[in-house]
């Protein structure tokens, strides 16, 4: 009964460098999403899935890029990471759009 | 967009205090979130309400769909109650999931 799993839970990268947040659910939710979270600011779309095979861009999409191949698993990619992308990451899924459950989130620092 | 405004965004209180926080929004929803998030934690989905009132223990939460505005209250507060509150509305029109405020930073003193 593990829910929302985030690895890693804490990351130092230096700029330009890649790396992969992952995120794993196992609920069999249909919709996964991750979102960023900075100082003093709500939450914010990165990417979401309505299920295997489909994404889509959320409301800060860029620099990021998502891949869903099993409806377990919603890995987030970070291409040439910059300093604006110092933030808190959070995943979420949930089966029906409304009852959320949230991964335990993944505090990144490009420096 | 959906506009979210929580209040306040602060608020040190002392054990035992009646906690209210506000939560206003500027597009019709077909559901609204509270969510917790304790200091450096994850984030826990408290109620989710469409209509009326939700009670959980201690929390009420309240939600007025005309008046596009939701409350949380915290009865007899307890410093494990501090954490920070978001409000976080659902449009219901698409999958791209939910709106969220910037929290209320709720501290309550012993």
């Known amino acids: 009964n593990a829910g929302v799993t985030q690895t890693p839970k804490f990351r130092i990268l230096k700029i330009g460098q890649s790396m992969t947040l992952q995120c794993a659910q196992d609920m069999n939710h249909n919709y996964m999403y991750w979102y960023r979270q900075d100082p003093g600011m709500g939450l914010k779309l990165i990417y979401y899935?309505?299920?295997?095979?489909?994404?889509d861009k959320g409301e800060v999409p860029n620099g990021y890029n998502v891949s869903r191949s099993t409806t377990e698993d919603f890995p987030l990619r970070l291409e040439l990471a910059a300093p604006s992308q110092t933030s808190v990451y959070f995943c979420a899924s949930t089966r029906d759009a409304y009852g959320y459950t949230f991964g335990s989130g993944t505090r990144l620092t490009v420096v | 967009k959906n506009e979210v405004e929580q209040s306040p965004q602060n608020l040190t209180a002392q054990e035992g205090e009646f906690i209210t926080i506000n939560c206003s929004y500027s597009v019709g929803i077909s559901a609204l979130h509270w969510l917790q998030q304790h200091p450096g934690g994850g984030i826990v989905s408290l109620f989710m309400?469409?209509?009326g009132k939700k009670k959980h223990g201690r929390l009420i939460a309240t939600i007025n769909i005309q008046e596009k505005h939701s409350s949380l209250h915290i009865t007899a507060s307890h410093p494990r109650d501090s954490a920070v509150y978001i409000c976080a509305p659902h449009s219901g029109g698409g999958a791209d999931g939910l709106t969220f405020g910037k929290g209320t930073h709720l501290i309550i003193q012993p």
């Open positions: 309400l469409s209509s």
């Open positions: 899935s309505v299920g295997a095979g489909i994404t």
